[in-house]
T-cell receptor, first 114, second 111 residues
Framework: DGGITQSPKYLFRKEGQNVTLSCEQN?????MYWYRQDPGQGLRLIYY???????QKGDIAEGYSVSREKKESFPLTVTSAQKNPTAFYLC?????????????FGPGTRLTVL | DAKTTQPPSMDCAEGRAANLPCNHS???????VYWYRQIHSQGPQYIIH???NNETNEMASLIITEDRKSSTLILPHATLRDTAVYYC????????????FGTGTRLKVLA
């Protein structure tokens, strides 16, 4: 089955620790995205990548970092500089980055910082 | 800022059509209208999208007004499993390609 996987589903970390969230896709999509969702809110874009070895900041990139060394993988690191890291994190991919290319989402990782 | 306006919540009887409205009065000529839904604690699920013409697929129909300032998502025979938050999004065909999510409409399908 083709799709997007995110692991783990739930993640707990102590304040001040960096944590890396995994996102893998086997859809052969060029573009990948990371979003953050807070309770009762819509999604906000953190970072996106249109092609391997290239990525751009979204609306709320501060305190986050990404890499795109392989087409199928787009890990997100939540650093200690992120003031309010507790949230639901969603990864998505699309065949391209044009306006007509639908994004497909993974199941999400719920991060709780204690 | 979200470029769409949706009612915060709606109820629909099971088996009836659910009509979810969306206002996007500032939409540009090159912006698509997308609909996604999100069931609690899951990733958003793509439903349908369109540019100018009405669209239909196995899940839903999308009706876009002639002036493109509003649209309606139609679930023809709602089931309990359609209970979710529905997001209407406008997305440019150029630039950053990002989706701008609003807070959506919470649809509750009643038995």
């Amino acid at each position: 089955d083709g799709g997007i996987t995110q692991s783990p589903k739930y993640l707990f970390r102590k304040e001040g620790q960096n944590v890396t969230l995994s996102c893998e896709q086997n859809l052969n999509h060029d573009a990948m995205y990371w979003y953050r969702q807070d309770p009762g809110q819509g999604l906000r874009l953190i970072y996106y990548s249109q092609i391997v070895n290239d990525f751009q900041k979204g609306d709320i990139a501060e305190g986050y970092s990404v890499s795109r060394e392989k087409k199928e993988s787009f890990p997100l690191t939540v650093t200690s500089a992120q003031k309010n890291p507790t949230a639901f994190y969603l990864c998505a991919s699309s065949i391209g980055a044009s306006g007509g290319a639908s994004q497909y989402f993974g199941p999400g990782t719920r991060l709780t910082v204690l | 800022d979200a470029k769409t306006t949706q009612p915060p919540s709606m109820d629909c009887a099971e088996g009836r059509a659910a009509n979810l409205p969306c206002n996007h009065s500032t939409i540009s000529g090159n912006e698509y209208v997308y609909w996604y839904r999100q069931i609690h604690s899951q990733g958003p699920q793509y439903i349908i999208h369109g540019l100018k013409n009405n669209e239909t697929n196995e899940m839903a129909s999308l009706i876009i007004t002639e002036d493109r300032k509003s649209s309606t998502l139609i679930l023809p025979h709602a089931t309990l499993r359609d209970t979710a938050v529905y997001y209407c999004i406008v997305r440019s065909t150029s630039g950053t390609y990002k989706y701008i999510f609003g807070t959506g409409t919470r649809l509750k399908v009643l038995a």
